[in-house]
């Protein structure tokens, strides 16, 4: 069973960092796509960046770009969320999500973690 736990989430300035944390369980990391998506209130879940690892190919949102950065550690079954220059409306509940296939998991398919929440002050 495919287990994805998020961690990391907080209250943090505009301007600030914060990293986010996925422990992954239940599946074979190395052969997975992983990635965060996002859902503000009111408005729907977006995928914000997700990687191969198999292969290294990536998807990205336009807004995040040059801020956001995803790493992951295979050998801790561990993927991360690093965000740099936040804004307000990056406030959202972040989501780690995983599926073996990176395309069909930017279309918003595979498994869930439950979320953590990231609220931006300005």
């Known amino acids: 069973e495919v287990q994805l736990v998020e961690s990391g989430g907080g209250l943090v300035q505009a301007g600030g960092s914060l990293r986010l944390s996925c422990a992954a369980s239940?599946?074979?990391?190395?052969?997975?796509?992983i990635g965060w998506f996002r859902q503000a209130p009111g408005k729907e879940r977006e995928g914000v960046i997700c990687?191969?690892?198999?292969?290294?190919?990536?998807y990205v949102a336009d807004s995040v770009k040059g801020r956001f950065t995803i790493s992951s550690d295979n050998a801790k079954n561990t993927v991360y969320l690093q965000m740099n220059s936040l804004k307000p409306e990056d406030t959202a509940v972040y989501y780690c999500?995983?599926?073996?296939?990176?395309?069909?998991?930017?279309?918003?398919?595979?498994?869930w973690g439950q979320g953590t929440q990231v609220t931006v002050s300005s």
């Open positions: 239940g599946f074979t990391f190395s052969d997975y796509a």
């Open positions: 999500a995983a599926d073996p296939s990176v395309e069909r998991l930017w279309a918003h398919f595979g498994s």
């Open positions: 990687i191969s690892n198999s292969d290294g190919s990536s």
